[in-house]
């Protein structure tokens, strides 16, 4: 499971890593981002630099064998799913390319993580 969390890890730091050198790739690239609004160079990098803290939190916590780290390490991501949950029901949930990338970018690393986090946790390993 930790090999999971390594994996969500890495794919959070290569998406920060990518809107904070190219931003206007990632707008560009990513379905569904360019239905939110105008291009932001500011607001894409900041949102990177969210997923790269994120990544750092996974990362140090699986490191020292921390489990508090890895929970609060899941704390942006699952509010950043709930978030985007309610844009897709705003959408009247259709099943589109938007909401596949919703669904394997978004909501299944939150989820999975915090469940991973959880269990870590609960057994004190």
Known sequence: MRLIIWFIALSYAVNGAI????PKLWYDI?????MLGPYNTHFIRDVGILYMVTAGGFFWGLRSGQANVLLFACIWPAMHAIYHFNMWFGRGFPFDTV???NLAAIQAPAWVALWIAWRVHKSGR
């Open 19 to 22: 809107m904070l050198t190219e």
């Open 30 to 34: 990513i379905p569904g981002v360019s």
């Open 99 to 101: 909401a596949f990338v």
